[in-house]
């Protein structure tokens, strides 16, 4: 499970796979971009997607709200949130 909160002081955090990450984040208009993120560094195993998530959370250029979800674009995925 991924996992990802923003919080008003532009601090970021969440669980990425089976490590947790925290650092800073900026909104300017529709431009959202995080600083560098700090992860603790457990052993997940080579089907883990921490690696791919952190390093697509490090290329986010926009992002979009709808209702519930959150969506994060980077120049080639997206990562859809819901919030819960």
């Known amino acids: 499970m991924l996992l990802a909160g923003l919080a ?8 990425a ?10 909104r300017r208009g529709e431009r959202l971009t995080f600083g ?4 603790t560094r457990a052993f997940c195993g080579e089907a883990s997607r921490d690696g791919r998530y952190l390093a697509d959370l490090q290329r986010v250029v926009r992002y979009r709200r709808v209702d519930d979800e959150l969506v994060l674009y ?3 995925r997206q990562m ?5």
């Not at 796979?17 to 900026?26: F, L």
């Open 8 to 15: 008003t002081a532009g601090m970021a955090g969440g669980q």
């Open 17 to 26: 796979d089976c490590n947790r990450y925290q650092g800073s984040w900026e």
């Open 36 to 39: 560098p993120l700090a992860a």
């Open 74 to 76: 980077t120049p080639k």
């Open 80 to 84: 859809h949130f819901i919030k819960q």
